[in-house]
């Protein structure tokens, strides 16, 4: 394993968990442990001290009673010790109060034990045949006693089985630590699996997506859990990114084709062109007229996309529709009447007030009339109408022509969309995506239905000062 | 006429060069901004057409610098971005028009045409002349070999516009700009519907027509 892959597994945020988990186990039950093997090991001396302390208040009362006609309680002690000790079960040692030791069955540097609470546990050292007997213990507790003479007794009791079951705790105790440091590690590890399951999940769906297959979604894992939640919310923006691809994708089709038609026609003529001996002005005109048509449907795309970028409120103002529709019937009056197409205006006389771009609404509602007038038939109608009330401001137009099938209507807003048998009319195809686009911008409703010509209406708030 | 381009990309400066120089132009070209300006400041030229992007010194600074000193030269600026904020924001800097890349040759010279009228322009006359049509720009009234001609609105702003440029070609952008206070264009014949109404109106029972159609480039009235 590489220098770098043990990083990276060391910074992964699965081990972490599993080892912060696992610590934060082991420590709770550690301390259960270790407490209670010391409330164990504490009740077991406590016992002994308890029986210790009878036994030496037993011998010690019997000196009080007859307390006053023996030198000291050294002396006293060590003549009736010294008749016992040959046969005594318990272990005794006696120093004088100058610290010379008068008798004593165990070794006090022979500890087996040093408990933790200060007292000692000592290896019996009685005469051999007491050992020979085999009641005798091997080990004993010792606790010590000063005596009023300034002397001191040590006594103890038998402690083997006591010693035997402490030592036992003390291998339980390093036992349980191992055992609760493997079942923490354990639960750490499956508490952290699940983590880990969950983001690998993820993670192999997003590199693989990364890697081309933008098709895939998470599955969720049905626990709905908060890996599920942000399963649905990564494949959420997977569909959005899709859908935003395959806008760009029909985009960038459509501009292939629409585009190479016209520049193929292009290339054809100034090959013609080359052909001629002598200059051809009108041809050359021609060629210019084409190339404008090409560079006005490129305008017109990148008018739409910085429009659906929504990056130029800056020129937005409070404004009346009104005025915008003079300025729209200024220029198309007369291309109306020009086309043998009646306009019929139905306009409130009422004040249309808007907060927007004016230009690009007088840009939308010219497109609007443009495109009635281009498919109403000589000889057809064109109604624009104009109203508001205190909520909104709606303006519609609607033709006599033979409006878009319901099938199609979805797909009017689409760039470079013309229906099939209009596809011999001039035009960009972007009319409509533009009229969209400045809907969208100004958080506009579009509406279209065929009435039967095609009647579209847009509906925006109205402007409140 | 003496111009000034201040252009950086070398083949745009040499199209323009060319151009305004066929056109009978004497012309000084240009790439840096801090040297443009140095040179506009000496105030020989009489037409700037100054692009927007520029090195060290962008054409908006040059343009507010020179009309901070006080300079009324011409300006037309041109731009790649020709959306109607950067036009708008060209305008209000103090640039007398705007057009935006990629535009024709035709375009520009009647542009730059139409600056340098604008400023050479005599004290305002009240009646715009043009062979026996006269238009009368207090009462909006035109007439032509003693008839009066019946405009709308539209027409007359129209014909004025023709007429304030007589013998100069106008072109459709500019006729949409300034007639119809445009900022786009709709891709439709407004322009021609327009024209073709008033010379109905202005040539139609005329043996000497006014208003020409050129071909490619735009229209021209002036006296027969």
Same mark, same amino acid.
């Given at each position: 394993?590489?220098?770098?892959?043990?990083?990276?597994?060391?910074?992964?945020?699965?081990?972490?968990?599993?080892l912060?988990?696992?610590?934060?186990?082991?420590?709770?039950?550690?301390?259960?442990?270790?407490?209670?093997h010391h409330?164990l090991?504490? @009740?077991?001396?406590e016992y002994?001290?308890?029986?210790?302390?009878?036994?030496?208040?037993?011998?010690?009362?019997?000196?009080?009673?007859?307390?006053?006609w023996?030198?000291s309680?050294?002396?006293?002690?060590?003549? +009736?010790l010294s008749? #016992?000790?040959a046969?005594?079960?318990?272990? %005794?040692?006696?120093?004088?109060?100058?610290?010379?030791r008068?008798?004593?069955?165990?070794? =006090?540097?022979? %500890?087996?034990?040093?408990?933790?609470?200060?007292?000692?546990?000592?290896?019996?050292?009685?005469?051999?045949?007491?050992?020979?007997?085999?009641?005798?213990?091997?080990?004993?507790?010792? +606790?010590?006693y000063?005596?009023?003479?300034?002397g001191?007794?040590s006594?103890?009791?038998?402690?083997?089985?006591?010693?035997?079951?402490i030592?036992r705790?003390? /291998?339980l105790?390093?036992?349980?630590?191992?055992?609760?440091?493997?079942? @923490?590690?354990?639960?750490?590890?499956?508490?952290?699996?699940?983590?880990?399951?969950?983001?690998?999940?993820?993670?192999?769906?997003?590199?693989q997506?990364?890697?081309?297959?933008?098709?895939?979604?998470?599955?969720?894992?049905?626990?709905?859990d908060?890996?599920?939640?942000?399963?649905?919310?990564?494949?959420?923006?997977?569909?959005?990114?899709?859908?935003?691809m395959?806008?760009?994708?029909q985009?960038?089709?459509?501009i292939?084709?629409?585009? +190479?038609t016209?520049?193929?026609?292009?290339?054809?003529?100034?090959?013609?062109?080359?052909?001629q001996?002598?200059?051809?002005?009108?041809?050359?005109?021609?060629v210019i007229?084409?190339?404008?048509?090409?560079?006005a449907?490129?305008? @017109?795309l990148? &008018?739409?996309?910085?429009?659906?970028?929504?990056?130029?409120?800056?020129?937005?103002k409070?404004?009346?529709?009104?005025d915008?529709?003079d300025?729209?019937?200024?220029?198309?009056?007369?291309v109306?009447?020009?086309?043998?197409?009646?306009?019929?205006?139905?306009?409130?006389g !009422?004040?249309?007030?808007v907060?927007?771009?004016p230009?690009?609404?007088? /840009?939308?509602?010219?497109?609007?009339?443009?495109?009635?007038?281009?498919?109403?038939?000589?000889?057809?109608?064109?109604?624009l109408?104009l109203?508001?009330?205190?909520?909104?401001v709606?303006?519609?137009?609607?033709?006599?022509?033979?409006?878009?099938?319901?099938?199609?209507?979805?797909?009017?807003?689409?760039?470079?969309?013309?229906?099939e048998?209009? &596809?011999?009319?001039t035009?960009t195809?972007?009319g409509?995506?533009? %009229?969209?686009?400045?809907?969208?911008?100004?958080?506009?409703e579009?509406?279209? !239905?065929?009435?039967?010509?095609?009647?579209?209406?847009? &509906?925006?708030?109205?402007?409140?000062? | 006429?003496?111009?000034?381009?201040? #252009?950086?990309?070398?083949?745009?400066?040499d199209?323009?060069?060319?151009?305004?120089s066929?056109?009978?132009? #004497? %012309?000084?070209?240009c790439a840096?901004?801090?040297e443009?300006?140095?040179?506009a400041?000496?105030?020989?030229? =009489?037409?700037?057409?100054?692009?927007?992007?520029?090195?060290?010194l962008?054409?908006?600074?040059?343009?507010?610098?020179?009309?901070?000193?006080?300079?009324?030269?011409?300006?037309?600026?041109l731009?790649?971005?020709g959306?109607?904020?950067?036009?708008?924001?060209?305008?209000?800097?103090?640039a007398?028009?705007?057009?935006?890349k990629?535009?024709?040759?035709? =375009?520009l010279?009647?542009r730059?045409? @139409?600056?340098? &009228?604008? /400023?050479?322009?005599?004290?305002?006359?009240?009646?715009?002349?043009?062979?026996?049509?006269s238009?009368d720009?207090?009462?909006?009234?035109a007439?032509?070999?003693?008839?009066?001609?019946?405009?709308?609105?539209v027409?007359y702003?129209l014909?004025?516009?023709?007429?304030r440029?007589?013998?100069?070609v106008?072109?459709r952008?500019?006729?949409?700009?300034n007639?119809?206070?445009?900022?786009?264009?709709? /891709?439709?014949?407004?322009?021609?519907?327009?024209?073709?109404?008033?010379?109905?109106?202005?040539?139609? #029972?005329?043996e000497?027509?006014?208003?020409?159609?050129?071909?490619?480039?735009g229209?021209?009235?002036?006296?027969?």
């Open positions: 394993m590489s220098f770098a892959r043990l990083e990276r597994v060391w910074r992964s945020s699965t081990l972490r968990l599993t912060l988990t696992t610590a934060l186990i082991w420590f709770t039950c550690a301390t259960l442990v270790l407490v209670l409330l090991v504490e @009740a077991l001396v002994a001290e308890q029986d210790i302390d009878a036994l030496v208040d037993e011998r010690l009362a019997t000196w009080n009673q007859i307390r006053g023996e030198p309680v050294s002396d006293w002690l060590y003549r +009736k008749a #016992e000790i046969v005594l079960n318990d272990c %005794v040692a006696l120093r004088y109060a100058d610290g010379e008068a008798l004593g069955n165990f070794n =006090e540097d022979d %500890v087996a034990l040093w408990m933790s609470s200060g007292h000692q546990v000592v290896k019996f050292g009685g005469g051999a045949w007491q050992r020979e007997r085999g009641d005798n213990p091997e080990v004993c507790l010792v +606790k010590d000063p005596l009023a003479d300034g001191r007794l006594y103890g009791i038998g402690f083997d089985s006591e010693l035997a079951n030592l705790l003390r /291998q105790r390093y036992w349980g630590l191992l055992i609760v440091g493997i079942v @923490a590690l354990s639960i750490g590890w499956v508490v952290s699996y699940r983590a880990y399951k969950g983001i690998q999940r993820i993670n192999r769906v997003c590199d997506v990364a890697s081309g297959n933008l098709a895939l979604r998470i599955a969720p894992s049905g626990r709905d908060d890996f599920d939640h942000l399963s649905l919310a990564i494949n959420h923006m997977l569909d959005q990114i899709a859908q935003l395959l806008g760009v994708k985009v960038s089709d459509a292939a084709h629409d585009l +190479k016209p520049l193929a026609r292009l290339r054809g003529r100034l090959e013609l062109l080359l052909e001996p002598e200059r051809d002005d009108a041809s050359i005109h021609a007229a084409e190339t404008d048509r090409i560079l449907a490129f305008n @017109a990148l &008018r739409i996309s910085q429009l659906e970028q929504g990056s130029q409120r800056q020129a937005f409070a404004f009346d529709m009104r915008v529709v300025r729209a019937l200024d220029l198309y009056a007369l109306l009447e020009d086309r043998a197409v009646a306009l019929v205006l139905e306009l409130t !009422e004040a249309c007030p907060y927007g771009d230009e690009l609404w007088l /840009q939308a509602l010219c497109n609007l009339i443009d495109n009635a007038a281009k498919y109403t038939p000589g000889g057809g109608r064109v109604t109408r109203g508001c009330d205190d909520e909104q709606r303006f519609s137009i609607e033709d006599s022509g033979p409006g878009i099938p319901p099938a199609e209507q979805h797909k009017v807003f689409e760039r470079f969309y013309r229906m048998r209009h &596809r011999s009319l035009g195809g972007l409509l995506s533009l %009229v969209s686009a400045v809907c969208k911008l100004h958080h506009a579009i509406a279209l !239905e065929n009435r039967p010509g095609l009647w579209v209406e847009v &509906r925006l708030r109205r402007h409140h000062a | 006429m003496q111009i000034l381009v201040i #252009e950086d990309d070398s083949e745009m400066r199209y323009l060069i060319t151009g305004l066929q056109a009978g132009h #004497e %012309v000084v070209g840096d901004g801090g443009g300006l140095a040179l400041l000496e105030g020989r030229f =009489e037409v700037l057409v100054l692009d927007r992007m520029l090195p060290t962008d054409g908006l600074a040059i343009l507010r610098e020179l009309r901070s000193q006080g300079h009324t030269v011409p300006v037309l600026m731009s790649a971005l959306d109607v904020d950067h036009r708008v924001e060209g305008l209000r800097d103090g007398d028009d705007y057009l935006a990629p535009f024709s040759l035709v =375009e010279k009647a730059v045409d @139409a600056l340098a &009228r604008r /400023q050479a322009r005599p004290v305002e006359t009240l009646v715009l002349q043009v062979g026996d049509l238009l720009l207090i009462s909006h009234r007439r032509r070999a003693e008839q009066d001609i019946e405009l709308w609105p027409e702003r014909l004025e516009y023709l007429m440029n007589a013998g100069q106008v072109t952008g500019m006729l949409l700009e007639v119809w206070n445009l900022s786009f264009d709709p /891709q439709t014949n407004v322009v021609e519907v327009h024209m073709s109404r008033l010379r109905g109106k202005v040539d139609k #029972e005329f000497n027509k006014l208003i020409h159609t050129v071909r490619g480039e229209y021209v009235i002036r006296a027969p």
